[in-house]
């Protein structure tokens, strides 16, 4: 009697929470989101043992095994990739990867093209985000402290020195934090310098705007395609810090006029 009182209590609030979501858009989206950020934590902690397993602790090779469990997120939320360019990451050496920052459906976008031997550099605060900050630990992610001038410039001499080292390329957000408006916001330098110090060229990668299926402020998360495409490397050799501001401007343009392409803004 007391499980058949629990399936129909089951039954109905599932019913409910259908209901709300066809209502509700802001019920629909925080289910959506809720349902994307647990993923991301069962996901993490059933890979996490894996990695230690195969791989023995923290290095890039782990990368391969995150990226093979995130490509499957992409169908729980009816999402299409279209990517171009992929022979684009096929230069010899390190380089640096720089891409637009969009949301925390970015890691989906990253994972469908990253590239083998290839790390990111992220805030210092994602490590204490539990089995995912262990997860991406676990990955060789760059941590660097975004309020310390001094000590991300000491970090960066470092990547450099094990970009050249252990032959590993490097993603950045030059934007340096999500903007899902669109548009791009300026770009730091950081990751020019690098590209600069290290002698290594530059790979800009472009998302369209996801805009059209996701907006927070919309409370908006419904399927959708994204066009991906990884343009041509910009080389570095001969450059000085002194050619770093015309690197960053050129890469924008190149980045911007790509993004409203992909996304057919006029």
Known sequence: MELGWLLWGAAVLLLLLHVLTELSPAVNFGLRIGFYCLLCVVCSALAAPVCLLLNGGRTVRNM???KTVVK???YFFGLRFEVKGLENFEVEGPAVVVSNHQSILDMMGLMEVLPDNCVQVGKKELMYAGTVGLIIYLGGVIFINRKSTSSAKMVMAEVAKTMATENVKVWVYPEGTRNCTGDLLPFKKGAFHLAVLAQVPVIPVVYSSFTTFYNPKKNLFTSGKIKVEVLPPIETKGLTSDDVSDLT?????TMRETLFRLS???
Do not use: M
Request: net charge positive; glycine share 0%; charged share 45%.
């Open 249 to 253: 401007d050129r890469c924008f343009r």
């Open 64 to 66: 391969r095994i995150i």
């Open 72 to 74: 499957t997120f992409k």
């Open 264 to 266: 057919r803004h006029p």
